[in-house]
T-cell receptor, first 115, second 114 residues
Framework: NAGVTQTPKFQVLKTGQSMTLQCAQD?????MSWYRQDPGMGLRLIHY???????DQGEVPNGYNVSRSTTEDFPLRLLSAAPSQTSVYFC??????????????FGPGTRLLVL | AQSVTQLDSQVPVFEEAPVELRCNYS??????LFWYVQYPNQGLQLLLK??????LVKGINGFEAEFNKSQTSFHLRKPSVHISDTAEYFC????????????FGAGTRLAVHP
């Protein structure tokens, strides 16, 4: 299993541009989520999904859209990038380990700079 | 509402010394508690978690944490740290049934010096 993968690793945008951060997992997990990490603030939940076709807002959803057309993919869209969206973005999925224990797996992160 | 407070933003310590990273939470319902580690330029890795049962939880890399319900704390400890433990550590909480909504603390940067 590749686990949780994210692309791109780095991205620079100009204010007003749109883009999509990709996230995929090959563990057949139903639950996926997006966080942003900012200095001194830990990780904050943007959006999450409990299964294909079902999404919900997290703590800081404004300026972001998500969709979940398949179990594997959970893309995050920035509709009109703003400097306040400069951050590191982490995708995560939740499922059971080989020991039948629930755990959350994080992707390697996407570093976004909005000028 | 749930919240997590990590009391120290930075903890410097010498190699082979013991360390404690403090975490307090607030919640009116039963909680699940987690500690994650983030090495430089990497994603988060689960160190340990408390779901139920024994209040002393052992994790990877020699770390352990103790759930104290009366003090609403979940402090992380290691008896002897290594240079390789230098990283940022995050405490997180969620309530039973709300596993998707992990609430993270602001993080504690552990700096181990030779």
């Amino acid at each position: 299993n590749a686990g949780v993968t994210q692309t791109p690793k780095f991205q620079v945008l100009k204010t007003g541009q749109s883009m999509t951060l990709q996230c995929a997992q090959d563990m057949n997990h139903e639950y996926m989520s997006w966080y942003r990490q900012d200095p001194g603030m830990g990780l904050r939940l943007i959006h999450y999904s409990v299964g294909a076709g079902i999404t919900d807002q997290g703590e800081v959803p404004n300026g972001y859209n998500v969709s979940r057309s398949t179990t594997e993919d959970f893309p995050l869209r920035l509709l009109s990038a703003a400097p306040s969206q400069t951050s590191v973005y982490f995708c995560a999925s939740r499922g059971k380990t080989a020991m039948n224990r629930e755990t959350q797996y994080f992707g390697p992160g996407t570093r976004l700079l909005v000028l | 509402a749930q919240s997590v407070t990590q009391l120290d933003s930075q903890v410097p310590v010498f190699e082979e010394a013991p360390v404690e990273l403090r975490c307090n939470y607030s919640s009116s319902v039963s909680v699940y508690l987690f500690w994650y580690v983030q090495y430089p330029n990497q994603g988060l890795q689960l160190l340990l978690k408390y779901l139920s049962g024994s209040t002393l939880v052992k994790g990877i890399n020699g770390f352990e944490a103790e759930f104290n319900k009366s003090q609403t704390s979940f402090h992380l400890r290691k008896p002897s740290v290594h240079i390789s433990d230098t990283a940022e550590y995050f405490c997180a909480v969620t309530f039973s049934g709300g596993y998707n909504k992990l609430i993270f603390g602001a993080g504690t940067r552990l700096a181990v010096h030779p």
